[in-house]
């Protein structure tokens, strides 16, 4: 097991959501992104990084029917299964590290909002992008720490983003459409400023 999963498995072996930051009450900001591009139900949409988050359950609250989950942490994964009950059967849930995942389908949307501000090494960063491409994903809605945010999350450090930024990783491939700053509570009632951003693959 490389560093970086033990670090990970242990994070979810040892924490429940509400000792750590990341837990949402309800992923709205997510939500409305997604919702924001007016997909049929039946697009597949991955979450990277999704862990043990809520959000696929949001999604399979308003109905989307293709959805996935990847983690590097199979603990995370277990936990999300667990909550989900026999609604996790309509799930496909990937374990592994991002940097490692190797497509097998084409997703319409992409969504993190946990993932990319952990690579902090420009080769890191580029083969995240390559994987993006090649998976044709249409949409891509990308969450994460702004520059007036932490330094540091789970004891790692990250990199931190502005919409220009942020743009300029996609540029080639994708238009950013919006991007806002949102201050995340955590469930230590701190805040946390993110950003989110949404992309459209140009045609």
């Known amino acids: 097991m490389n560093q970086i999963k033990q670090h990970w498995e242990n994070v979810f072996h040892t924490k429940t959501p509400d000792q750590v930051s990341w837990t949402e009450s309800y992923p709205q900001t997510s939500i409305d992104l997604i919702q924001s591009f007016d997909l049929d139900k ?40 667990k909550r989900l009950g026999p609604r996790a059967k309509k799930v496909e849930w990937i374990e592994s590290d991002v940097l490692d995942f190797q497509p097998t389908k084409t997703f319409g949307l992409w969504h993190d909002r946990a993932s990319f501000h952990f690579l902090t090494q420009t080769e890191d960063i580029k083969e995240y992008v390559s994987i993006v491409n090649q998976c044709s994903a249409k949409h891509l809605v990308i969450g994460t720490f702004s520059t007036y945010g932490p330094e540091k999350c789970s004891g790692l450090t990250i990199s931190q983003y502005d919409c220009n930024s942020l743009e300029r990783c996609f540029k080639d491939t994708h238009d950013q459409k919006e991007c806002i700053e949102v201050n995340h509570t955590t469930p230590f009632d701190t805040k946390q400023a993110f950003i989110f951003s949404r992309f459209s693959k140009r045609s």
């Open 42 to 81: 039946k697009t597949p949409i991955v979450d990277i990084g999704g862990g043990d988050s809520i959000l696929v359950d949001a999604l399979l609250d308003l109905g989307y029917l293709d959805l996935s989950v990847l983690d590097i942490s199979a603990k995370a994964l277990e936990r999300a299964k």
